[in-house]
């Protein structure tokens, strides 16, 4: 059974930096995708960042310049180094998994999700 644990989240000042964590455990035979997602209170979860199998990376408008996802594929853990936090990147950062995962001897679609952490920051 795989499964991501967060941690990394807190309260910050406008202006501040946090980095959050992502640890994968479990078997799997390949991975697509690792993403950050965030989730603000009343709003839907959007995605923030992801990390593709190809290497490239992906950010959402108002988080550019100031984001930047990485993974090290030794710890199976995925990072995102927030900067210049401002009160509108509040909310709850989940990570997101999707690859392929076996189940006996039978490959199975995986795509499964963090407990989330939470990030305020306070202006």
């Known amino acids: 059974q795989v499964q991501l644990v967060e941690s990394g989240g807190g309260l910050v000042q406008a202006g501040g930096s946090l980095r959050l964590s992502c640890a994968a455990s479990?078997?799997?035979?390949?991975?697509?995708?690792m993403d950050w997602y965030r989730q603000a209170p009343g709003k839907q979860r959007e995605l923030v960042a992801d990390f593709t199998s190809a290497g490239s990376t992906n950010y959402a408008d108002d988080v550019k310049g100031r984001f930047t996802i990485s993974r090290d594929n030794a710890k199976n853990t995925l990072y995102l180094q927030m900067n210049s936090l401002r009160p509108e990147d509040t909310a709850v950062y989940y990570c997101n998994l999707v690859g392929v995962t076996v189940i006996g001897t039978t490959p199975r679609p995986l795509n499964i999700w963090g407990q989330g952490t939470q990030v305020t920051v306070s202006s």
């Open positions: 479990g078997i799997w035979l390949s991975i697509n995708t």
